[in-house]
């Protein structure tokens, strides 16, 4: 009969190796995300809320990126992803908006996935890190989504 293997524990003291709070949160909101998606249409609703949610700076960033998003790309259909604001084409994320306080990080992101049409070469962007938004960002901002859809 073959022994079988026990884990090993973990020293006192010892790092985890394994998920943060945070992501396991990100995690659980995914499951329940894809368990509602059977039963609930109302994306932009759900974007809205999570919107809502987040702290006053990146509330007002994620509110100027929602109205980006319908005047860029209108056809891009909102959705939450792993308990963030998210805008999909054909079922799949282009894009989404990532508070700081989801992963405790000193500033928030807007992300673009590997279905966004963003490349250039070999070496690209894919995730920008925001502190604020003046007109000219939300205009790059602009351009990146059309250039994503395109």
């Avoid at 963030?84 to 908006?97: E, H, I, Q, R, S």
């Amino acid at each position: 009969m073959a022994a079988t293997r026990k884990p090993a524990k973990k020293a006192a003291g010892q790092p985890s190796k394994g998920f943060t709070p945070e992501e396991r949160a990100a995690m659980k909101e995914r499951v329940k995300e894809l368990k509602a998606e059977g039963q609930r249409a109302d994306g932009e609703k759900d974007v809205l809320a999570k919107i809502a949610e987040m702290p006053e700076s990146d509330r007002i960033m994620g509110e100027r990126i929602h109205s980006i998003m319908k005047a860029t790309a209108p056809d891009l259909v909102p959705r939450t992803w792993y308990g963030m604001p998210a805008y999909t084409k054909d079922g799949n994320v282009l894009c989404f908006f990532r508070s700081a306080q989801k992963f405790g990080t000193r500033y928030a992101t807007f992300g673009f996935s590997d279905k966004a049409k963003l490349d250039d070469g070999n070496v690209w962007p894919t995730d920008f890190a925001l502190k604020k938004l003046t007109r000219a960002d939300e205009a790059r901002i602009a351009a990146l989504v059309k250039q994503a859809v395109s």
